[in-house]
């Protein structure tokens, strides 16, 4: 109970502005001692949120049964053809999933003219500013561990940047176009996918080519999906600023006070 | 007139066509045809002749005259070659070239001579004059195994070397012979060519997959595949998609037409569809993988086997950085302590 009887003021040199404010009575005195005042700044709007997570889950849904596509489960006989239409639902999964993460991608595009600053960064890469290639730079060697401290950044730091731009702009681009295309295959000559993507497969040729550039490219998001989720968790535990919680609640909290 | 309702059902045209193709089979002056093979196995021609509806006599004999085929007509050395330069002088800008085979470039063409000449010659020399030609077969339309990866004769599909005449590609390896015959049928009925799909096929027989019409489609929807052969699903007919059956991405009427007057067709029979209508059927990796090996990485490794040993490598990297983030943070926070100490 002493411990939480709050502590006189300017203790150790510190001026202690927690001593009044209204903590709960579990505070004690090595969390005072140790509170900071943080700044934090809005970065991601509604929308962007919004997309990131029905992206999230329609690019699960899509590796999942696109694998599943490519490699079918174990063929199982629950009825008579007519009565089973398991491999017909995994395809319709696929499919409706990727309609949600098309749908998306366009609103998304949409938002980065509508919404901030920071919901344009994904579409570019500020390639002829020689300050950003120093801040690559910076970033890379804080990854390295050449650095003890990496910068402070609202958006996303430049390396994530490239990450977002090749992965998610020009790697969901691919898989949108060559996904159409093969959908375009199954919905028929004529038809409106067939309109928009027949020249594409006819420049292909073989659409074996097309398949097998949709499945890699699978394996290229999947690998997106391990590098971001790895650096989102780290970034959060050792930089200087909240990484998970704003892609929850738009906020980015920063953890010290520091101007430089 | 049996034949003719047959091939007026074939191309998709109703009841009142019948008479039609009729009439024009009996009225119409023959259409004269050069028939010229290059780098070829003459399994078109093979296929041509087992045409049940048409037959080939009747096409051959009554639709069109066929005033030279090196591997059919009775002539032969210079007989024949007088021949084909005859019925170019004679119908200029109205015959047909029908070519099966395709000319190989590499060494001035060296790699097929046919008449004492290169045969690239011999196709140019041909189809100068000519209405439209017809590129029977994967040799003509696409290259077929004599162009597969490395192409040693270079050998090049004729829509490479004639860029100046109507192509009608009828790609199959060898094509359907009711669809070769329907084609000249077509033809012959209407005076103009069949309307092509984007990759110049006659749209009639080539605007759906097997897939689209396979009889064993709906086993691939309820997700009932052939695991190996021989296995219980193959002998209850359970679709080949797992057998690496091409009938998803190959475009051609066998699931509709059959072969041999409607007798079968591969997947009919128990094996998977090759694919052997499409561009470069033989570089796209096994006829029995379903996600086939890409060459493109210099060793055999299909797509789940680069994106999975990509994916172990950034895993093992991403689980090495973390280590060292961990270490790191650690030291730091051990440091942080010291200095307070100190500082205290």
Same mark, same amino acid.
């Given at each position: 109970?002493?411990? $939480? ?24 005195? #090595?969390?005072? #001692? ?11 709007? =509604? ?7 029905? $992206? ?59 919404? $901030?600053?920071? #919901? ?85 040729? $073989? ?15 999947? =690998? ?37 | ?9 074939? @191309?998709?045209?109703?009841? !009142? ?11 119409? *002056? ?27 006599? &009747? ?20 007989? %024949? ?16 070239? !029908? ?8 060494? &001035? ?16 020399? !041909? ?38 005449? *109507? ?7 060898? *094509? ?5 015959? /329907? +084609? ?8 103009? @060519? ?39 699903? %193959?002998?209850? /007919?359970?679709? @080949? ?49 379903? +996600? ?10 299909? !797509?789940?086997?680069?994106? @999975?040993?990509?994916?172990?490598? +950034? ?30």
């Amino acid at each position: 109970m002493k411990d $939480n009887v709050p502590a006189p003021a300017s203790a150790g040199g510190r001026v202690d502005v927690y001593s009044t404010s209204p903590l709960t009575r579990d505070a004690t005195d #090595a969390d005072r #001692a140790t509170v900071r005042r943080a700044t934090s700044v809005y970065v991601y709007e =509604v929308p962007v949120r919004l997309w990131h997570w029905i $992206n999230a889950a329609a690019i699960l849904t899509l590796c999942v049964t696109g694998y599943l596509i490519g490699s079918p489960l174990p063929s199982i006989e629950m009825g008579e053809a007519t009565h089973q239409f398991l491999f017909g639902y995994i395809r319709f999964a696929h499919f409706a999933a990727a309609m949600v993460m098309t749908v998306g991608f366009f609103g998304r595009i949409y938002w980065a003219f509508a919404g $901030n600053s920071h #919901a344009r960064q994904m579409f570019y890469i500020p390639f002829w500013r020689k300050d950003w290639w120093e801040e690559v730079w910076f970033e890379a060697r804080w990854y390295m561990f050449l650095d003890s401290e990496p910068r402070k950044y609202l958006g996303h730091n430049p390396l994530a940047q490239v990450a977002m731009f090749m992965f998610m702009t020009v790697g969901m681009t691919f898989m949108t176009v060559t996904g159409f295309a093969l959908y375009a295959e199954g919905l028929g000559q004529g038809s409106w996918a067939d309109m928009l993507f027949g020249p594409l497969i006819a420049w292909v040729g $073989n659409t074996m080519v097309l398949y097998q550039a949709h499945h890699l490219g699978m394996w290229f998001i999947v =690998v997106f999906m391990m590098i971001h989720i790895y650096a989102a968790i780290r970034e959060d535990i050792m930089s200087r600023q909240s990484m998970v919680s704003t892609m929850i609640s738009g906020t980015r909290t920063f953890k010290d006070d520091r101007v430089d | 007139m049996k034949y003719c309702s047959l091939t007026a059902a074939a @191309l998709g045209l109703g009841p !009142a066509f019948v008479p039609k193709i009729a009439h024009a089979m009996e009225t119409k *002056p023959r259409t004269p045809v050069i028939w010229v093979h290059g780098l070829e196995c003459t399994c078109c021609s093979e296929s041509f002749i087992r045409s049940a509806h048409p037959l080939a006599k &009747d096409v051959v004999l009554s639709m069109i005259s066929l005033d030279y085929d090196d591997t059919l007509m009775a002539a032969a050395g210079h007989q %024949a070659e007088a021949a084909m330069m005859d019925t170019i002088e004679r119908y200029k800008g109205n015959y047909i070239l !029908a070519v099966e085979g395709n000319p190989p470039l590499a060494e &001035d063409g060296m790699f097929c001579i046919s008449g004492g000449k290169p045969f690239v010659e011999k196709l140019k020399t !041909a189809a100068e004059h000519a209405k439209a030609v017809i590129s029977w077969g994967a040799c003509a339309s696409y290259g077929c195994v004599q162009a597969a990866k490395p192409n040693p004769t270079q050998a090049t599909p004729v829509h490479k070397v004639i860029t100046d005449k *109507p192509i009608i590609k009828v790609p199959g390896c060898p *094509p359907i012979a009711e669809v070769m015959t /329907g +084609v000249i049928t077509y033809m012959l009925t209407f005076d103009r @060519l069949p309307e092509l799909d984007r990759q110049g096929r006659p749209a009639m027989f080539y605007s759906q997959r097997i897939h689209d019409k396979c009889y064993r489609r709906p086993h691939f929807d309820a997700g009932q595949f052939v695991e190996e052969w021989d296995d219980d699903g %193959a002998r209850k /007919g359970y679709c @080949l998609y797992k057998m690496g059956c091409k009938g998803p991405t190959t475009y051609n009427a066998c699931s509709t037409v059959r072969w041999n007057e409607g007798a079968s067709f591969p997947i009919q029979s128990g094996h998977g569809c090759i694919g052997c209508s499409e561009d470069g059927f033989w570089d796209q990796g096994s006829f029995y993988d379903r +996600v086939t090996d890409l060459t493109q990485f210099g060793v055999e490794a299909n !797509a789940d086997q680069v994106g @999975l040993a990509a994916a172990g490598v +950034v895993g093992g990297g991403i689980a090495a950085h973390a280590a060292i983030s961990a270490l790191k943070q650690a030291q730091k926070k051990t440091q942080t302590k010291v200095s307070e100490n100190e500082e205290a």
